[in-house]
């Protein structure tokens, strides 16, 4: 059966256990989509309970599998909604696909075919890359004639596919020509993420979505450098040195978020205010049960003042 976290049931949060997992964690990963905010409206009681767990000298990351964005972009949208987070607070899967190149070396004289948001793009040119693709393919079309040759460029040596609202057939088919024909070219997934948040009121397809269309047609498999892979977790050990039994990870997915934090020996906080409802947390057919539940991050905040 593996080991046994996968079948207990999870705890709900209560005056007991919230102790508990405050003197027993050192830095707590936040998810931000369905946790800090839906769309562009923040979740209550956010601001206060990250200031509360900062008053008492806990560690705070915000870790996204959303590549829409950069680390700096990010940093924005947290200041817009009056909290303060650092750029050096942020782990995007934008800027764990930037990382993962760097980390293995990759030639930078080659350049990287992006099919994804602007995120991606800013995230490589800071880590020394060039970008091709990404929103300036948004409008491009193909010409399916006799005799037509489709032109792409022999030195890409990467392709990132992340969420892409504009996702079309001329960003399908470079990416496609690019893994199946340029010599050694590897194929980088930022998340696999069914779907997501993107407004308040309902979920859209994720980017997970971008990346099966890649698949189909190159008949390959991705790296995937988001959650729930450990590659984004073994970057942010080596940044802050804190061992991962003293880091708590918070989200609102099970097979991301929650995962994430298993396979990585955290402990771990479901909150149901995104993407997991109470009934698919319970469902029998459900194999990945967090430590602990709650309804939202604030209840942290409820219960310690209740």
Request: overall charge negative; hydrophobic content about 35%.
């Amino acid at each position: 059966m593996g080991d046994n976290k996968s079948t207990t049931a999870c705890q709900p949060l209560s005056l007991t256990n919230v102790n508990t997992l405050l003197d027993s964690v050192e830095c707590f990963l936040f998810d931000c989509d369905g946790v800090i905010w839906k769309g562009d409206t923040l979740i209550d009681g956010v601001p206060q309970t990250l200031e509360m767990l900062r008053s008492k000298g806990k560690k705070l990351v915000f870790v996204t599998n959303n590549s829409t964005k950069s680390r700096k972009q990010y940093a924005h949208k947290f200041q817009s909604l009056g909290i303060q987070v650092t750029e050096e607070e942020i782990f995007s899967s934008s800027f764990a696909a930037a990382m993962y190149l760097k980390v293995n070396e990759f030639p930078p004289e080659k350049k990287v075919y992006v099919i994804g948001g602007e995120g991606i793009l800013e995230e490589l040119k800071l880590a020394g890359f060039t970008g091709l693709g990404g929103p300036e393919d948004a409008k491009k079309t193909v010409q399916l004639k006799a005799n037509t040759l489709f032109e792409h460029d022999k030195s890409v040596g990467a392709v990132v596919v992340g969420l892409d609202p504009y996702l079309n057939y001329y960003k399908l088919q470079y990416g496609t020509i690019c893994i199946r024909e340029n010599p050694g070219c590897i194929f980088i997934a930022t998340n696999r993420d069914a779907t997501g948040n993107m407004t308040d009121l309902q979920e859209w397809p994720g980017a997970g979505c971008m990346v099966a269309a890649v698949c189909g047609s190159t008949q390959k498999e991705p790296i995937v450098v988001g959650k729930p892979s450990t590659f984004l977790m073994d970057f942010l050990q080596k940044q802050y040195k804190i061992p991962t039994d003293k880091m708590c990870m918070v989200g609102d997915r099970l097979d991301t978020d929650i995962l994430f934090g298993q396979n990585a020996g955290c402990k771990t906080l479901l909150v149901l205010s995104g993407v997991t409802s109470k009934s698919t947390l319970q469902d029998p057919s459900n194999h990945i049960q967090p430590d602990i539940y709650t309804n939202q991050i604030s209840d942290i905040f409820d219960l310690l003042n209740s």
